[in-house]
């Protein structure tokens, strides 16, 4: 064959498949590295999706670099300086930015009465600020590509206990932000959306077990026989719980449908769908009586019957 007519025919199939690249939509997945996030992160590329995956430890990121069309990010949510260099580097590889899945997250579980302001002051720089810093960040290549954002939430931002105080502070505010978020961008074409999952199986409860018993999240310390016992305790419990495929293709649909919703509840159980909801009905029974302008049964139902069918004619 002539060289030069070999050559041209390189050239010509590399520019296909650069073309073919470029036309890949790319999200941006922070806590990629484990359970939820690593999950969303399969999916996607089983989607047909580009992803950038974020971690913070390099073990993690070699892993995530390891899998196909996808390369890790360096990405601590609380620190600005990692947001600024991934936005930065996102930019450099000229694909754009159609998603975000702003998945890192941690939990503080204790008495409401005794957790430390420190741990409070933590569960909300990682839970809450870290998507506020991450969309802030990102939005002008979100503007380009009228694209979508998405937190993951959780059922308890709706049901709470005396023990989960300051990881439902954190998932309440999360709500109240993507309801804010989602009317100040309206008008610029990005979509935004929570993903709020029940109990499904992660990594984060061996986390916050090792939390309360060392004041680290770090799994490789050394433990005594006692703790030992309480964390392979929660990590059977965890063990018990389904994989978070369901959680995954809520985001898939989030990314993909031509109507996406601004809420998806993904309870693994029947019971986990019935708390949440009875919790949330309930709150606004309380809020109802005995007030100045209180609506009778007839009048909360007719609410019901118009919220539902607007929607239904959303979808």
Do not use: C
Not at 48 to 61: I, S
Not at 139 to 167: D, F, H, N, Q
Not at 195 to 219: C, E
Request: glycine share 6%.
């Amino acid at each position: 064959m002539n060289l030069k007519y070999l050559i041209f025919i390189i050239i010509l199939i590399t520019g296909i498949t650069l073309a073919e690249e470029t036309k890949q939509k790319a999200v941006l997945v922070t806590g990629a590295s484990s359970g939820i996030g690593l999950k969303v992160t399969e999916y996607l590329i089983k989607s047909g999706f580009y992803v950038y995956a974020g971690a913070r430890k390099e073990e993690d990121l070699k892993r995530l670099d390891a899998m196909k069309n996808t390369t890790s990010v360096r990405l601590d949510v609380t620190v600005q300086s990692d947001i600024d260099a991934a936005v930065k580097f996102v930019q450099s590889q000229n694909r754009g930015l159609f998603g975000i899945v702003n998945n890192a997250g941690v939990g503080v579980f204790g008495k409401m009465s005794e957790v430390p302001d420190k741990d409070i002051l933590w569960i909300h720089d990682v839970n809450v600020m870290g998507p506020h810093r991450v969309n802030r960040a990102f939005i002008p290549l979100l503007k380009e590509s009228m694209g979508r954002t998405t937190i993951i939430g959780s059922i308890s931002g709706y049901v709470t206990s005396a023990e989960s105080g300051a990881y439902s502070m954190s998932k309440f505010a999360v709500e109240a932000y993507t309801e804010s978020l989602a009317d100040d961008l309206r008008e610029t074409g990005i979509h935004v959306g929570i993903v709020d999952p029940g109990a499904y199986k992660s990594k984060i409860r061996a986390k916050v077990t090792m939390f309360n018993l060392t004041g680290s999240y770090d799994l490789n310390q050394e433990l005594t026989e006692e703790q030992k016992k309480v964390l392979n305790a929660a990590k059977e419990r965890n063990n018990k719980l389904k994989e978070p495929d369901e959680v995954a293709e809520a985001v898939i649909h989030l990314m993909t449908s031509d109507k996406p919703k601004l809420r998806y509840m993904v309870a693994p159980t029947i019971g986990a769908a019935e708390v949440t909801m009875k919790t949330t009905l309930g709150r606004v029974v309380q809020l109802n009586a005995d007030q100045q302008f209180e609506y009778t049964r007839d009048e909360l139902v007719a609410f019901l019957d118009e919220l539902l069918k607007e929607n239904s004619s959303e979808l």
